[in-house]
């Protein structure tokens, strides 16, 4: 107790060199303090920036890589007029794939459209409204011999080679598929993704779109051909003839299908649309689910190559492509010069801690050696070398307490004006005092306290009193 009083009271006899050893460390703990404050805010900024802004990208053709594997066939006409034929067949994407790639650290969230006929027992199709001796055929429910005799073709393979029909993948879709379907089940998870409502074709007009699983809007025709109202529940099965089961849905909302109004045949399969959510479609089983549109959303434009990389990784067939539909400009102007503010400040953290600590040593040696007289009258007193680098130490500490208080109130009155006038007013980013610039701070004078006490007990420890006192002169 005795060496902490006495201490104190030397802080006070010299009180100005222990001023100006407190002044410099709180100006380098204060330059620490703030500039790390700076370095974290900035993160926090450039993670609120990840946060908010999204890079939408959807899997394509690879164009360039198809047109060099399966080069156009070029065939002079008679007329002397050029043709141009490119024949290739890739794999579809199927509605599971496209969950599979959804499941990746690199995505932030996706959207979906996607869609497949349905068939009700209690429902029927709105007439077609062809042009008068036209007539609408559906193949869906036919068998081979009645599509091959529709055509006019006598084999299976001469069907195909035609290319009517699509490939045999499609013939048996068709050949599997229930007779009576009479509509078309639509799951979407924004509706901005819908260009049939997106682009002023259809519009609401009474009830509200599907908010929950299980609820459907249909248009006005279908309503009023099949005498439904907002709701009616009515209960579907899906186009396979082994999709046995049926789901239940709930009419919230009855739409216009004003683009439709403008087209001159085949209404009837527009006026069948059945829109709901896409949980409910993807949950319901059904066989058939026809992808329209996945977006895929990234959190970071440079993620699109590493995404792309992983989707082959899981199968995509190298064919396709990840197309990123929206520029990342805005994300490089927002974020940029943030990350170079926070490079700096993290520089200058590093740059005033090792400048403050040169200086405190420095400082700390031409202490030492103006008090070597007063430190060899203590030992010859009969102080112990220990008290006395005891002493000292503690006179350390006191200042670099000191100082990390004043560091820490000056921290708190600066930060948010300087994080504004070097950030600009951020939105949502805290700009006060971050708690971890608080502890560097504390750890930082810590370590002053350490390396300059370590210094005052080797000074101490290393002469003999009355060599001190001879040094006077």
């Given at each position: 107790m005795y060496i902490l009083k006495n201490a104190i009271k030397n802080l006070g006899r010299n009180k100005g060199r222990s001023f100006m050893v407190m002044i410099i460390a709180a100006l380098t703990l204060t330059s620490v303090i703030l500039s790390f404050s700076i370095k974290t805010i900035s993160d926090l900024a450039v993670a609120r920036c990840q946060e908010r802004f999204f890079v939408e990208a959807t899997i394509d053709y690879d164009w360039e890589k198809l047109e060099k594997d399966f080069p156009p066939k070029i065939t002079e006409n008679k007329d002397g007029s050029i043709t141009q034929e490119s024949s290739f067949e890739l794999p579809e994407i199927s509605l599971e794939d496209?969950?599979?790639?959804?499941?990746?650290?690199?995505v932030k969230g996706a959207q979906y459209y996607a869609a497949c006929n349905f068939a009700c027992d209690t429902l029927t199709r709105v007439p077609d409204n062809t042009r008068e001796g036209e007539e609408w055929v559906s193949l869906?429910?036919?068998t081979l011999d009645e599509i091959m005799i529709y055509f006019g073709i006598s084999t299976k393979e001469e069907l195909l080679d035609s290319g009517i029909i699509g490939n045999e993948d499609e013939l048996q879709r068709i050949l599997d598929s229930k007779g009576d379907l009479v509509g078309s089940l639509i799951g979407y998870t924004d509706l901005s993704i819908v260009d049939d409502f997106t682009d002023n074709g259809n519009k609401l007009e009474s009830g509200h779109f599907p908010e929950k699983d299980n609820e459907c809007i249909v248009s006005s025709k279908y309503a009023e051909h099949n005498k439904l109202n907002i709701g009616d529940t009515i209960s579907i099965s899906g186009p396979s003839k082994s999709d046995t089961k049926t789901m239940s849905l709930t009419i919230t909302g009855i739409y216009a299908a004003h683009r439709a109004e403008a087209n001159a045949e085949t209404l009837g399969d527009v006026y069948g649309h059945v829109y709901t959510t896409f949980n409910t479609l993807k949950n319901s089983g059904f066989h058939y689910i026809w992808v329209g549109t996945v977006v895929y959303q990234l959190g970071n434009p440079e993620d699109a190559e590493l995404f792309e990389k992983e989707l082959h990784e899981k199968g995509l067939n190298k064919y396709?492509?990840?197309?990123?539909?929206?520029?990342?400009?805005?994300?490089?102007?927002?974020?940029?010069?943030?990350?170079?503010?926070?490079?700096?400040?993290?520089?200058?953290?590093?740059a005033a801690g090792l400048i403050g600590a040169g200086m405190l040593l420095f400082v700390s040696f031409f202490n030492i050696r103006e008090r070597r007289y007063e430190v060899g009258v203590l030992k010859a007193m009969g102080m112990k070398k220990t008290g006395v680098a005891r002493g000292m130490v503690y006179e350390t500490l006191i200042i670099m307490f000191l100082s990390f208080i004043f560091s820490v109130?000056?921290?708190?009155?600066?930060?948010?004006?300087?994080?504004?006038?070097?950030?600009?007013?951020?939105?949502?980013?805290?700009?006060?005092?971050?708690?971890a610039a608080i502890l560097l701070g504390a750890a930082m004078a810590f370590l002053f306290s350490v390396l300059a006490g370590l210094y005052c007990v080797f000074a101490v420890m290393r002469h003999e009193p009355m060599r001190m006192l001879a040094e006077r002169n």
């Open positions: 496209y969950l599979k790639y959804a499941d990746s650290k690199y869906e429910g036919m396709y492509v990840l197309s990123v539909s929206n520029s990342s400009d805005e994300y490089i102007k927002n974020t940029e010069p943030l990350k170079n503010i926070s490079h700096i400040a993290e520089m200058f953290t590093l109130l000056l921290g708190l009155f600066l930060t948010k004006p300087i994080a504004v006038a070097l950030l600009g007013d951020l939105t949502g980013v805290n700009l006060l005092l971050p708690p």
